[in-house]
């Protein structure tokens, strides 16, 4: 992934709670000399390694479980809020109409060996995890014992374990560093004038990363 400095983000922290916030993930893999992406979410436990083990499940079906090549690493990518940013927005439009649209965007990437798991009881383990961290907060939070054992048992039986152990975090936060104070804050006017919570999320990491010590 191409990262000019200005918006590379290497804090391992940060990095992670991203692919916490933003579970749904890209997993990018080599199956029989053809490279393939499959999507699923993914489950961050930062406390099992110095970068984190990421944990999925694939159907049973699904061709990664015999054609994957697990000499090549995979690549993992979360995608965060993103937003298309108009160069009306721009002040300095006014002064020398020397602007272009540009799309501001918050990516991470996961690079690591890949093991596919078959135990149920990993499996198991893994899908109360997912389940308990989305349900979480929920009224009235639905739990896998909800269900009959029986009916839970195929449903295992259908399902192949993933598990990436991270050897390398990129993060790319495109979030107009690169603008002057008065662009930038015209950004975050006109991002905030759109009225949805993808623009209202997106000013709020312009104004955050422009605070940062290495902004113009």
Not at 49 to 70: F, M, T, W
Not at 109 to 133: F, M, P, Q, Y
């Amino acid at each position: 992934m191409f990262q000019p400095s200005i918006f590379r983000e290497e804090r391992i922290a940060v990095l992670q709670e991203m692919i916490r916030m933003n579970p749904f993930a890209s997993l990018v893999s080599m199956q029989e000399g053809e490279i393939i992406a499959d999507h699923l979410p993914m489950v961050i436990h930062p406390e099992l390694s110095e970068r984190g083990i990421l944990r999925g499940h694939v159907a049973r079906g699904n061709p990664i479980g015999k054609k994957l090549d697990d000499t090549i690493p995979v690549l993992v990518m979360f995608q965060g809020p993103h937003h298309y940013i108009t160069p009306s927005w721009y002040p300095s439009k006014e002064e020398h109409d020397k602007v272009v649209p540009t799309w501001n965007y918050v990516v991470v990437h996961a690079r690591g060996k890949i093991t596919l798991h078959h135990d149920e009881n990993w499996i198991l383990s893994h899908l109360n995890e997912l389940t308990n961290r989305n349900e979480s907060g929920r009224k009235e939070p639905w739990k896998i014992a909800d269900a009959p054992d029986d009916f839970i048992a195929r449903q295992l039986r259908g399902i192949i374990g993933i598990e990436v152990e991270i050897t390398a975090l990129q993060g790319t936060w495109k979030v107009s560093q690169n603008k002057n104070k008065e662009d930038n804050q015209g950004v975050v006017k006109g991002l905030r004038m759109e009225s949805s919570e993808v623009a209202s999320t997106m000013a709020g990491c312009v104004t955050e990363h422009f605070d940062k010590p290495d902004s113009p």
